[in-house]
């Protein structure tokens, strides 16, 4: 059975690092890409950016290029999403998602749990 | 970047009903659209991909259509569980870009 567990929530202050982790089960980690999505309170899904972890190749959203960083560890089968000094914008429900292949720009068929992040002072 | 609107963003329906829902994107896509069913405080659910092809396990009450710029989702007899908010995303070319959503409730 496919599954994305991913880790669990955090509360943060303004300026504080984070990393979020997504870890894949039951199916070859290497052969799709995973994307992270994320959700505001009460607002639409937004795509961060996605990574293939065969390799560690990234695209980025303009809106999120820079302001976050997105990495694997095959090894362990797990994604990774960062950031280095969170504001309170950054409060959201982060969702990694499996892309239905490694070879081309799709959809995705596998939904993490979701990571709420809560960011106050 | 691709932009998607989504028309309506909100809809009160009823059970039984025939529901339309349209996606349009500002350049063509062709078919690499997908459409996701969100229901409050749950994970999105793939329904339809490839712009017309039903998912595994979605009952057929759901399909999508369309290519190139206009797709549409249709759900043929409103349910009580579809009651949820509806997203399209296009997969065409970086960055992706998900629809804002349409919300359909009760009536």
């Known amino acids: 059975e496919v599954q994305l567990v991913q880790s669990g929530a955090e509360v943060k202050k303004p300026g504080e690092s984070l990393r979020i982790s997504c870890k894949g089960s039951?199916?070859?980690?290497?052969?799709?890409?995973i994307s992270w999505v994320r959700q505001m309170p009460g607002k639409g899904l937004e795509w961060m950016g996605r990574i293939d972890p065969s390799d560690s190749y990234t695209n980025y959203s303009p809106s999120f290029q820079g302001h976050v960083t997105i990495s694997a560890d095959k090894s362990i089968s797990t994604a990774y999403l960062q950031w280095s000094s969170l504001k309170a914008s950054d409060t959201a429900m982060y969702y990694c998602?499996?892309?239905?292949?490694?070879?081309?720009?799709?959809?995705?068929?596998?939904w993490g749990q979701g990571t709420l992040v809560t960011v106050s002072s | 970047d691709i932009q998607m609107t989504q028309s309506p963003s909100a809809m009160s329906a009823s059970v039984g009903d025939r529901v339309t829902i349209t996606c349009r994107a500002s350049q063509g896509i062709s078919n690499y659209l997908a459409w996701f069913q969100q229901k409050p405080g749950k994970v999105p659910k793939r329904l339809i991909y490839?712009?017309?092809s039903l998912q595994s396990g979605v009952p057929s009450r759901f399909s999508g259509s369309g290519s190139g710029t206009e797709f549409t989702l249709t759900i043929s007899s409103l349910q009580p569980e579809d009651f949820a908010t509806y997203y399209c995303l296009q997969h065409n070319s970086y960055p992706l870009t998900f629809g804002p959503g349409t919300k359909v409730d009760i009536k």
């Open positions: 998602a499996r892309h239905t292949a490694a070879d081309d720009i799709t959809d995705f068929d596998y």
């Open positions: 490839a712009a017309s």
């Open positions: 039951g199916y070859s980690f290497t052969s799709y890409w």
